[in-house]
Structure formats: structure tokens, C-alpha cells
């Protein structure tokens, strides 16, 4: 029997499935130790499905963060939704993530019923326990495990660092020996861009509140860096649905676009490693989160592409 010409490890695809705010994006951070997904407190802020890539000698574990599941209001939240149901559909481990300083609902229990039709092996992360007691976590798993059959159980807090080992040990039993999927310094295989229009989208959501937040769509219209140059400029447009949220982004006399482009320019030159010129402008665009077209545009959800 002829050997495989490429180096055999455990190598798969694993899915983080939950409802909106469950840590998912921030576990993926933490699991990688690299900013590779936007972080805030607003619902639905992860709105691509982002693979991120944990890379070990022995194993190559490509984790799939989905947009968190909820009750759709318009045509980008139904996107998202199907965009998190469509991840289940090839991927060695579904993991249904669970905050455990929340109580369990209907959501998590419809989210739950996907997970378990998911042709993989089922994996129940409970996140956030530290700020949440030891007899809340306990019965935080004693009604999870009411949802639904697991093949695994795994505690964590991304925050604190604490049980990332034992997430990574957990879904590294249920991967098949395969080859490495991605080159082995590849934390993500985001497009450059998309990771860019998301630094920015997120300081607006640490900026901004209310309505704004899920109003917001930015896309980068342009990027250069000159021959020999330690400076790349960039031009983004912030879309917006109102023309009273542009002029919360504009803010007064341009304050708050500008600290925004300032916050941002702090990831974006990690990200790229050279200086950021940053030209962030404002454009109105009604009702844009109803409009398909305007939302593959964005690239949301990937359903629609």
C-alpha cells in the first residue's frame, strides 16, 4: 500500500454553533492566541463565517466561528442564520456553545435540535465560567445535557485562559487522521480585506449604541502601499441605513469618524504591519440589510454567495 504523500496528523474542521453572545468569538481568539475575530457586547456581531486555525505537531484543528443564531428581524439576519445552520453541514465536530452565566432557553434549545441532526460528533462547550458560581456552571450542565446527546463535555473561560487545553484535547479526540489543511503559520483564511472592513465595523460598535450598531456595513474601496513605502493607505466606506446614523458616525465637526479611524488604526497596523492612513467615509444606503444584493456585496453570511 502506497503511503500519503503528505504528513498525517489529526486534522478537521470543527464548528462553535450557539445563540448571539455565547463567547464564541472570543474562544476562537483565545484558542488561536491571535486577534483573528471582532469582539463586543452587541447581538450579532459576528456576521462572516470566519475558520481560524490551531495548529500543533501532531494536529491541525480548523475551528469554524458562526454568526450567533437568533430570531431574525430582517433579510441579513435570516442570512446569518442560514449561514451558522450551513457550517453544521461539513465538519468533524459540532460544538454547541453555552454561556453558563445565562439561563437556558427556547433559542438554545432550537439551536440544540441542529446540532444534534449535524452528521458529526457533538461536543458541549460551556463558556464563561469564570464569572459564573460553581453551582450555576452545575446546573448549567445538568440542563444542557437535557438538550440533547453529547459526545463530550468541556468547561472553559476564554477570558481567564482557563480549560483552552481541555477544548482543544476534547475536540482533538473526535478528529480523523488527515493532512494539514493550512499552511502551519496561517492563523485564519479570512481575506485580507474582510479582516480590515471588520477592525473598523468593530471600533463603531464600541463607539456607538442603540440602533446604530446593527445599521452599520463597511467595505474597503481601496488599498496601496507605495514601492519602498512603510505606510499603506486605505479608503473605507461606512454604509448606514438613516440619516440621523450618519450623523452619530460623523459625529461633531467629524469627532467621532475620527476616533473611530483611530481606534481602528491600531489593529490594522498589526494586522498589516506597516503604518495605516486611514480615509473612512460615511454613505447612506436605506434599508440595506433588507436588500440581498447589498448584503452579498458585504459578503455576510456566505449564503448568498
Known amino acids: 500500500m502506497t503511503a500519503p504523500a503528505y504528513e498525517v496528523v489529526k486534522s478537521g474542521f470543527v464548528a462553535l454553533i450557539g445563540?448571539?453572545?455565547?463567547?464564541k468569538s472570543t474562544l476562537v481568539n483565545a484558542l488561536v492566541g491571535a486577534k483573528v475575530a471582532i469582539v463586543s457586547n452587541t447581538p450579532q456581531t459576528t456576521r462572516h463565517r470566519l475558520r481560524a486555525i490551531v495548529d500543533q505537531e501532531d494536529a491541525q484543528i480548523v475551528f469554524v466561528d458562526?454568526?450567533?443564531?437568533?430570531?431574525?428581524?430582517?433579510?441579513?439576519?435570516?442570512?446569518?442564520?442560514?449561514?451558522?445552520?450551513?457550517a453544521l453541514s461539513d465538519v468533524d465536530v459540532a460544538c454547541l456553545v453555552i454561556d453558563a452565566s445565562q439561563q437556558i432557553g427556547p433559542g438554545d434549545r432550537w439551536v440544540a435540535h441542529r446540532v444534534a441532526e449535524a452528521r458529526a460528533a457533538h461536543v458541549l462547550i460551556l463558556t464563561k465560567?469564570?464569572?459564573?458560581?460553581?453551582?450555576?456552571?452545575?446546573?448549567?450542565?445538568?440542563?444542557?445535557?437535557?438538550?440533547?446527546?453529547?459526545?463530550?463535555?468541556?468547561?472553559?473561560?476564554?477570558r481567564e485562559g482557563f480549560n483552552l487545553d481541555g477544548v482543544i484535547e476534547t475536540v482533538k479526540r473526535h478528529l480523523p487522521d488527515g493532512p494539514r489543511y493550512f499552511p502551519r503559520d496561517m492563523p485564519t483564511d479570512q481575506p485580507i480585506e474582510v479582516m480590515l472592513a471588520e477592525f473598523i465595523r468593530e471600533r463603531i460598535l464600541h463607539n456607538t449604541r442603540d440602533e446604530v450598531p446593527h445599521a452599520i456595513g463597511v467595505s474597503i474601496e481601496d488599498m496601496t502601499r507605495e514601492k519602498n513605502s512603510d505606510t499603506t493607505t486605505i479608503m473605507a466606506l461606512i454604509y448606514v441605513e438613516r440619516e440621523s446614523q450618519k450623523g452619530i458616525i460623523?459625529?461633531?465637526?467629524?469627532?467621532?469618524?475620527?476616533?473611530?479611524?483611530?481606534?481602528?488604526?491600531?489593529?490594522?497596523?498589526?494586522?498589516?504591519?506597516?503604518?495605516?492612513?486611514?480615509?473612512?467615509r460615511v454613505k447612506l444606503k436605506k434599508d440595506w440589510r433588507r436588500d440581498a444584493s447589498q448584503i452579498k456585496r458585504f459578503g455576510y453570511g456566505e449564503g448568498l454567495q
Open 66 to 86: 458562526t454568526p450567533g443564531i437568533h430570531k431574525p428581524e430582517d433579510t441579513l439576519g435570516e442570512e446569518l442564520n442560514r449561514a451558522s445552520i450551513k
Open 19 to 23: 445563540r448571539p453572545n455565547a463567547g
Open 129 to 158: 465560567a469564570d464569572i459564573a458560581k460553581p453551582s450555576e456552571v452545575e446546573k448549567q450542565l445538568a440542563v444542557a445535557g437535557g438538550l440533547m446527546k453529547f459526545d463530550d463535555v468541556v468547561v472553559c473561560s476564554a
Open 250 to 280: 460623523v459625529g461633531k465637526g467629524g469627532d467621532m469618524v475620527r476616533k473611530i479611524g483611530t481606534d481602528a488604526r491600531v489593529d490594522l497596523e498589526r494586522l498589516l504591519g506597516t503604518k495605516v492612513y486611514l480615509d473612512l
